[in-house]
């Protein structure tokens, strides 16, 4: 699997994608993950997550992960995943409206799939 800084993207085939957080990689987020895993024969697979948890920098609230992002990477490569695509979480990141965040990040991707909570198709 390779780990991929969102600023640095530049993917080229289409794409599966879960977006999240991914703090533990708990039920719900391994619900979202298999839900972009069952299209890997047609798209690789992703998944959007970000460097540091919101509210770190949202709150100034000192949060540790249940995961690092290591260990996140290691559990996402061994379930098959093919590529973290990670945001560096800035105030400025938390500021965007929903259509400036789709501009900056999911635009410039090869999206075929989007899983966050719904199953986008394009």
């Avoid at 093919?82 to 500021?95: G, R, S």
Wanted: with cysteine.
């Amino acid at each position: 699997m390779k780990v991929i800084k969102m600023e640095e993207a530049n993917l080229k085939e289409p794409l599966s994608l879960a977006i999240g957080f991914f703090d533990g990689l708990h039920l719900g987020h391994m619900s979202l993950i298999n839900e972009v895993l069952k299209y890997k024969e047609e798209t690789k697979t992703a998944v959007m997550s970000f460097d540091v948890h919101p509210l770190c920098i949202l709150k100034g609230e000192k949060r540790q992960s249940i995961i690092t992002l290591e260990e996140k990477k290691e559990l996402l490569e061994e379930m098959g995943i093919d590529y973290l695509l990670v945001i560096h979480f800035t105030k400025e990141v938390a500021a965007l409206s929903p259509q400036a965040f789709i501009d900056e990040y999911l635009n410039k991707l090869p999206l075929k799939r989007l899983v966050c909570g719904y199953d986008f198709h394009f």
